[in-house]
């Protein structure tokens, strides 16, 4: 009898010893699961997933030729997933492509708004699932966005008043009267560029005589106002201060019709192939470079942290701030530098990949001008 009880006390001793064990088990297990539950970078890089909305394909050549390019390869070279669709000038397409992207589980946005107000709804909705929104080179103002990547919009202008006022004094043109032909009204962007351009315009004794935007960067539209503007004033201009290449094409379109090309300068931005190839040629005194690459490789990084849930690297990465100027708020940001393009340094865009000599030196006068400026391929 003893030995049977001897026994039974063993038994139940060893029982108790390996459910000791088996809890124990379970509690590094519950442990591991709270540490992943945070993800580990493989976990992370495997549910890591961006979605990009372009705007469209109208106001700038870039967003196809370039951005989607440099952005889709900055995302296949670190291996996270993701989605890179065109909005087309489309407030309602560019919210249903948000939906989309986030009911296919984008862990972030990156997006380039058509407006303030139809990004901000878009930005709210994926705040309330917990997705990072970035602004791709426009600040989505009163929309809360995580992150800003652009390069310094008042630069960017400052790079364009300067480059026209160097224009004009060589033309002869101390002082007179100049001509703005801003952007879109709804773009903060083309707010800034403005702001920058119009300084250095009038701080260089320069008055401005006409000042009016183009809806949505159109450039049939700045045709239409830019020819109502020349007829106005009976073209009495020295200058023109366009705000990208694509303004600036419409209003070297209509000084040539004019027979006005020479003694009239314009700018530009974007150095887009036609952009450049009237700065070669003459008919448009200079643009700005933004090294395209650089702000998409900027904002890649940026997205593939967020993306993987290292908001560290992110926090890092964008050591600039803007403000929002409708909410007073600080943007987290990441700012490049412009550069201003001439006919002497139409080489450095092509040496930095955005463009080739093919592509430029299309013509017997433009191959020309392509040898008398550096530029060789």
């Keep these: 009898m003893k030995d049977k009880l001897s026994m039974r006390v063993a038994a139940l001793l060893t029982i108790g010893m390996l459910a000791f064990a088996v809890t124990a088990c379970g509690s590094d297990d519950d442990e591991g699961g709270g540490s992943q539950s945070g993800g580990s970078t493989q976990e992370q890089a495997t549910d890591a997933k961006v979605g990009v909305i372009l705007p469209d394909a109208a106001s700038s050549a870039r967003w196809e030729t370039a951005d989607r390019k440099f952005l889709g390869e900055a995302f296949e070279a670190a291996g996270v997933e993701y989605d890179i669709q065109n909005a087309n000038g489309d407030k309602a397409k560019f919210a249903t492509i948000a939906d989309q992207m986030l009911n296919s589980g984008a862990t972030v946005l990156l997006i380039v708004n058509l407006d303030s107000p139809s990004a901000a709804a878009v930005i709210n909705k994926a705040n309330q699932q917990g997705v990072p929104v970035i602004d791709y080179d426009r600040l989505t103002l009163g929309g809360g966005a995580a992150y800003y990547v652009s390069f310094d919009n008042v630069a960017v ?8 006022v160097k224009c004009m004094q060589e033309n002869g043109d101390d002082s ?9 009204p709804t773009d903060n962007n083309a707010t800034l560029f403005k702001q920058g351009y119009e300084k250095a315009i009038t701080d260089a004794g320069y008055e401005i005589a006409a000042d009016q935007s183009v809806p949505d960067w159109d450039n049939t539209k700045a045709g239409t106002i830019f020819e109502q503007m020349f007829t ?17 094409g419409a ?37 700005v470079y933004k090294a395209i690459k650089k702000e998409a490789d900027a904002a890649a990084e940026l997205a593939i942290a967020l993306a993987k849930g290292d908001t560290a690297a992110a926090d890092q990465q964008a050591s600039g701030s803007v403000e929002d100027t409708e909410t007073g708020e600080q943007v987290k940001s990441v700012l490049l530098e412009p550069q201003a393009i001439f006919p002497e340094n139409v080489k450095d ?26 530029i060789t391929g």
């Design 157 to 164: 202008g400052t790079a364009i008043g300067e480059g026209l």
């Design 176 to 184: 007179g009267p100049v001509a703005l032909l801003n952007g879109s």
């Design 232 to 248: 106005k004033a009976k073209g009495n201009f020295v200058g023109v201060a366009a705000a990208n290449d694509g303004l600036g």
């Design 251 to 287: 209003v070297a379109s209509v000084l040539a019709r004019e027979g006005a090309t020479k003694d009239i300068p314009t700018t530009g931005q974007d150095a887009t192939d036609e952009g450049l190839q009237r700065v070669l040629l003459g008919t448009q005194c200079m643009t």
């Design 349 to 374: 865009v092509i040496a930095d990949g955005f463009t080739t000599a093919d592509k430029i030196c299309t013509s017997a006068e433009l191959k020309k001008a392509c040898e008398e400026n550096g």
